[in-house]
């Protein structure tokens, strides 16, 4: 099993930063087809061969995900990905 881990910094208000998480969740929904919901302040997303959470703590973005087998392969290309929105919503 392969991981994920990202963090990344804000200095967003926190209904802010949350509204920005929500925009990053839903892009990644619609590139890679997961299901996600808000538990306090983390964000945890599932699909078949992935489980992980978005963590909106203070001062940054804590992204964690578990990659299955075959998601394990596309491990780089995932990542970029999710550092690509991260970049966006949050510089």
């Known amino acids: 099993m392969s991981t994920i881990d990202i963090k990344h910094p804000h200095s967003r208000p926190d209904d802010e930063a949350r509204a ?17 919901a808000w538990e306090g302040d983390h964000l945890h997303f599932q699909r078949s061969g992935v489980d992980g959470n978005i ?17 394990a392969m ?18």
Request: charged share 35%.
């Open 20 to 36: 920005a998480v929500e925009r990053v969740a839903e892009k990644i929904q619609e590139k890679f087809q997961i299901d996600y």
């Open 55 to 71: 963590l909106l703590e203070p001062g940054q973005i804590h992204v964690t995900a578990k990659l299955g087998f075959l998601l």
């Open 74 to 91: 596309m491990r780089g290309p995932i990542e970029e990905e999710i550092r690509k929105y991260l970049a966006r919503e949050f510089s």
